[in-house]
């Protein structure tokens, strides 16, 4: 496996190059143009100058996330093939700049989905939370407001000011759509950009639900196992595969996560991991990596994932805010950096006792 850390970018991300290159262990970065909206074509320039940045710290862009799928795509309206191709040419881009990994997730509307982002802990710290009973309660409409209150001032991944503001119609978008469609959708967009994959030998890792089940009513189709496996086998193209995110099918308890890496094999091409306490049906927070912190075993996990050889990149998904950081939610740096080294601790305690 290659240890990376999330970075959004300069003039996005408040935690330098500098900061990440000292964390032990951790030879890459996962980023992405944070300002491009879905369905813009990205330069090779831009692309270019992404990647320089990242090598001048003595750093590897070991893959993007995300270059977001287009409503239009997600919902085959009429325009679907024009923001395909665009697609592909981005993929073609990122091809030519050597990039091989590509997370992206085909979530209706929203993408994750949380109810506070600065949940106090017992310990002082803030975290990320959810709580199903809230979201029952609240309009959509009021979703973005809600996110945005809590953000200190950083723009959130997913959560595009510009997409969200014609939420009326986005929600009309989807009023026909349902798992099925969404499903055959996925597949038409797949095997649309299987070839330029092929040729540049990008993997497409598709990020699971999170939560993993229905939000706002919204189809969800990337929730477990069955739900993975239908999409491996739907498009059976080896560049068509898994972003493992421990804290999005943690979500529902009964995902059994070290059960479900042993049945992708091959087919995971990028592991977040991260760790939920679950405090009541559909309420959870999250909680630091470590496992007794929270309520999965992260040590079989790292161990699942050593034992199908999975040889791409980890990133620790979300941390806590500590030590008084003012980070972007779920981004700051100092749990996220504390996170690599205890997943660094357990990958190689695994690897010497094999
Ligand atoms: C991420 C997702 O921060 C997060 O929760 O895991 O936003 C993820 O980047 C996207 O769903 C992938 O497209
Ligand atoms: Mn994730």
Known sequence: MVMTMRWFGPGFDPVTLEQIRQVPGVTGVISTLYNKQPGEEWKSEEITALKNAVEKADLQLSGIESVNIHDAIKTASPDRDRYIATYITTLERLGQAGIHLVCYNFMPVFDWTRTELAKVRPDGSTTMAYDQSIIDTIDPDNMQALIERQSNGFMLAGWEPERLAKLGELFALYRDVDEKKLFENLCYFLNCIMPVCDTYDINMAIHPDDPAWPVFGLPRIVTGKKDLLHLMEGVKNPHNGVTLCTGSLGTNPKNDIPDIIGSLNGRI??????????????????????????????????????????EGPIRPDHGRNIWGEKGMPGYGLYDRALGAAYLNGLWEAVEKNS
């Open 269 to 310: 091409h990028f592991a977040h991991i991260r760790n939920l306490l679950h405090t009541a049906p559909g309420k959870f927070e999250e909680s630091a990596h470590l496992s007794s912190d929270g309520s999965m075993d992260i040590f079989a996990i790292v161990k699942a994932l050593h034992d199908i050889g999975f």
